[in-house]
């Protein structure tokens, strides 16, 4: 059975920092592509970060310079490094692993960017 958990989520200020965290089990988690996408109230979901199997990454250009994307093949764990947390943020932030056709999606985890 294939699982994907994201943690990490919760409430912070203005400028402030989290990281998240996806962990799957079920898959060969090195072979996939993994993505972070949020979807804040009232908007469509939006891809945030990606890191391909072979560790490129890429991250919207909302995010730049602020997020960082990153894997531990030994942990099936894909993280998001947070910095200088906006008020726009908010959102919740979901985890995709992708291999090929095949995609399974994560429950998401609260982002609350309120001071």
């Known amino acids: 059975q294939v699982q994907v958990v994201e943690s990490g989520g919760g409430l912070v200020q203005p400028g402030g920092s989290l990281r998240l965290s996806c962990t799957t089990s079920?898959?060969?988690?090195?072979?996939?592509?993994m993505d972070w996408y949020r979807q804040a109230p009232g908007k469509l979901r939006e891809l945030v970060c990606g890191?391909?199997?072979?560790?490129?990454?890429n991250c919207a250009n909302s995010v730049k310079g602020r997020f960082t994307i990153s894997r531990d093949n030994a942990k099936n764990t894909v993280y998001l490094q947070m910095n200088s947390l906006k008020a726009e943020d908010t959102a919740v932030y979901s985890c995709?692993?992708?291999?090929?056709?095949?995609?399974?999606w994560g429950k998401g985890t609260l982002v609350t960017v309120s001071s």
């Open positions: 890191i391909r199997s072979g560790g490129s990454t």
């Open positions: 995709n692993a992708v291999f090929g056709m095949v995609q399974y």
């Open positions: 079920g898959i060969t988690f090195s072979f996939y592509n």
